[in-house]
């Protein structure tokens, strides 16, 4: 089906000069559709107590522990549990899910990076996240929704052009390939195993992968809002000061994914970078990984 991207465009957004700004969405825009029934809300945060305390009326949660991941397997949800999840919420593939959260919308992110692997491109991130939409004091709700169920019916989840996994990672080592490490300076440098204000989650060593560049995450947002910096910023950022090539392959890495997640958004969708991967297993696998190579 084809979609009308410009209906699903914010005026503000669309006039920063993002390479696909339909991917992006306001609060504006969100406020003015969440009566729409061709429009699904999202909320996904790392912290569970957040959305029962208060969400935006109507957003649905999709928690990214219990919905998002295999409980047995480190890997995500199969075919199956992903058409479940989204007749849970109501959604049809023509359906609009917009994605929020909180800590600037990581875990938006990195939902929106799931389902992408399942082929739901029509898709898109609250600019500024829940913090965003607090601060504007607009309106939030306790009441869970609920929808009428629907018979989703998805294909194969798909790996190969969106997720990195270690060997690929290596052999991207080894070519020389574009990197980008977006964890805290100190936790690239080896001086800290995890991040700042967050216990040890288990890496062994501290370092980053060889050749990597390190642009931490937070540094595409702007701090006073959590909203996304302009095109000629990102671009100043990624590809002036780190000379990160628009054509060339590239694999993104935090922790976990999560922080990832958000610079994979980044590249592919406001920059426009051709081919961005998230590499899921991050510094949890790399760092623990026997005969892998590191650099401090």
């Not at 999709?62 to 199969?78: A, F, I, Q």
């Not at 917009?98 to 992110?109: E, P, S």
């Not at 004091?137 to 997720?163: G, V």
């Not at 195993?193 to 995450?217: C, F, Q, T």
Request: net charge negative; aromatic share 12%.
């Amino acid at each position: 089906m084809k979609i009308n991207q410009n209906y699903f465009m914010s005026d503000s957004i669309q006039n920063r000069g993002y390479a696909y700004p339909e991917f992006l969405v306001d609060t504006d825009w969100v406020a003015e559709h969440v009566n729409d029934p061709s429009v699904i809300i999202v909320e996904s945060n790392e912290d569970p107590l957040l959305y029962p305390s208060g969400h935006i009326p109507g957003a649905f949660e999709v928690d990214w522990t219990l919905d998002l991941n295999d409980p047995l397997v480190r890997d995500y949800l199969d075919k199956d549990g992903f058409e479940k999840l989204m007749s849970r919420i109501g959604a049809t593939p023509e359906s609009k899910i917009v994605f929020y959260g909180d800590k600037n919308n990581w875990w938006a992110c990195y939902a929106f990076w799931v389902f992408q692997l399942f082929g739901h491109t029509n898709a898109a991130v609250m600019d500024g996240g829940r913090l965003k939409w607090i601060k504007e004091n607009r309106p939030t709700s306790t009441e869970k929704p609920t929808a009428e169920s629907t018979n989703y019916q998805a294909p194969n989840r798909d790996d190969s052009k969106l997720r990195a996994f270690r060997d690929e990672v290596l052999s991207h080592v080894k070519k020389q390939g574009q990197l980008v490490d977006v964890r805290s300076p100190e936790e690239y440098s080896g001086e800290r195993m995890h991040m700042p204000d967050y216990p040890n989650e288990g890496a062994l060593r501290g370092g980053h992968i060889p050749g990597a560049k390190s642009v931490p995450w937070a540094k595409a947002i702007n701090p006073e809002d959590g909203t996304f910096k302009s095109m000629e910023e990102l671009k100043e950022l990624y590809e002036v000061s780190q000379g990160l090539k628009s054509n060339e392959p590239t694999i993104a890495y935090c922790r976990i994914g999560e922080r990832s997640s958000h610079t994979w958004f980044v590249l592919k969708y406001l920059l426009g970078h051709s081919n961005v991967k998230n590499y899921d297993g991050s510094w949890t696998e790399w760092g623990n990984s026997v005969g892998l190579p590191i650099e401090k």
